[in-house]
């Protein structure tokens, strides 16, 4: 540095000259037509009870979080052939997220949102928009007009989950919240329904704390690969209906270790819930 004073155009802080983005579109092409006798990239699908792929690859789907949970979700979606997806975080990738997230080591010290937004364009078989929002939650749906017709909600956080909750209800859409316990074994995932009449998260888990935010003080990629597979049913589901003569549930519970039986059911509406009762 030359001289006394700080003003000079050696330190001029980089961000101002250079403002850091905050939302990116990845546009993936379809893949080339084969031969027309050859099968359809998603012909084995065809055959899963209940199964609409016109119906996931219509779907807008917005997700809240970036990380082990959305991270595998996103790549179930995107292999799949959902074809817009919009992922909203703002978190900054370090060296703890590549053991369970879908990062790499030139994603470090980047934002969430725009990275898996990325990585996850690459993944997608069929034609799709995948947009990255480096934004938290709460704040990308104020700023970004964002339409969708379902929220994924992979956050560690209840206040986010709570505005997830609130957001799904105006928009009158589903919304899938998937969570893991503290050690990282056991995961819970909750279809939260589109109407004023069906549970909300709070219905299900009146005990949540709005103001608690908490991290996974352990976590690994077995059980993010257990809930994302739950929260991608709980999508297909809310997308698809379900099949026929399966009567309907929205929580499911398992516990990789197997100490706690793996359960589902159906949760109802609470009449004295503090979230949905307004
Ligand atoms: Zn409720």
Redesign the pocket.
């Known amino acids: 540095m030359r001289g006394s004073t700080v003003s000079n155009n050696e330190i001029f802080p980089e961000d101002l000259l250079h403002p850091k983005q905050i939302i990116k579109t990845f546009e993936s092409p379809a893949m080339p037509v084969g031969h027309p006798a050859e099968p359809d990239l998603f012909a084995r699908h065809l055959g899963i009870p209940g199964h609409d792929q016109a119906a996931l690859e219509a779907a807008r789907i917005l997700m809240a979080g970036a990380g082990g949970l959305n991270s595998w979700a996103a790549l179930a979606l995107a292999r799949s052939g959902a074809r817009s997806i919009v992922i909203t975080d703002d978190d900054l990738i370090d060296r703890t997220n590549l053991s369970r997230q879908f990062y790499f080591a030139g994603d470090l010290g980047e934002r969430k949102g725009l990275r898996l937004a990325h990585n996850i364009s690459a993944q997608a078989v069929g034609k799709a928009s995948v947009t990255g929002i480096a934004l938290p939650f709460e704040q990308a749906v104020k700023e970004f007009a964002l339409p969708a017709d379902i929220l994924i909600v992979g956050v560690d956080n209840n206040a986010c989950r709570l505005q997830c909750v609130q957001e799904a209800r105006k928009r009158g859409i589903p919304a899938v919240f998937t969570m893991l316990s503290r050690d990282g074994m056991r995961c819970q995932c909750f279809l939260q329904g589109p109407l004023p009449s069906d549970?909300?998260?709070?219905?299900a888990l009146p005990n949540l704390d709005p103001e608690n935010i908490a991290p996974c003080a352990s976590a690994i990629i077995t059980s993010c690969f257990l809930a994302s597979a739950f929260t991608i049913f709980f999508v297909h589901r809310a997308l698809m209906g379900w099949p026929e003569g399966v009567k309907s549930f929205n929580w499911r519970e398992a516990d990789l270790l197997g100490v706690v039986p793996d359960s589902k059911g159906l949760i109802v509406?609470?009449a004295d819930?503090?979230?949905?009762?307004q």
């Open positions: 549970p909300c998260l709070w219905c509406r609470r819930c503090a979230v949905c009762r």
